[in-house]
């Protein structure tokens, strides 16, 4: 069962407090969102799909990739957002510095497009994209 989060239709400070509503958030948004913005980094893309680790796999696209998205899952705890991520990153990157520029970069989006904190981004690197891979990426 998914979760959703109950906010005022508008948020406080911004002087339309009284104005009658609600806005429902469920995880499955809240997911996609986070896989998104996951996405918009230029060394991360989504993992391999399927049969991805199987001789052949690129043929049918199921091979990691840069232009795939990011697998993202969220959970609300309260009013809180808990993220968990598995993407692949290019080959050779620096992993600490890609997946401290993600959780940042995860962390804000979030929290911008839904106003909801974010309290973990859990980051799961499944793969490593090497250079004949990573030139299919479409910018």
Known sequence: MTETLNLPATPPGTGAEGAEGAINIGEDVIAKLAAAAAGELPDVGGPARGLGH?????VLGAKAGLAH?????????????HIDLTVSTRWPVSLPQVTAALREHVRTRIQTMTGLPVATVNIEVADLITADRAAARVH
Request: charged share 30%; proline share 6%; glycine share 12%.
């Open 54 to 58: 199987l001789t052949g796999a690129d």
């Open 69 to 81: 998205r990011p697998k993202a899952s969220a959970h609300l705890d309260g009013d809180q957002v």
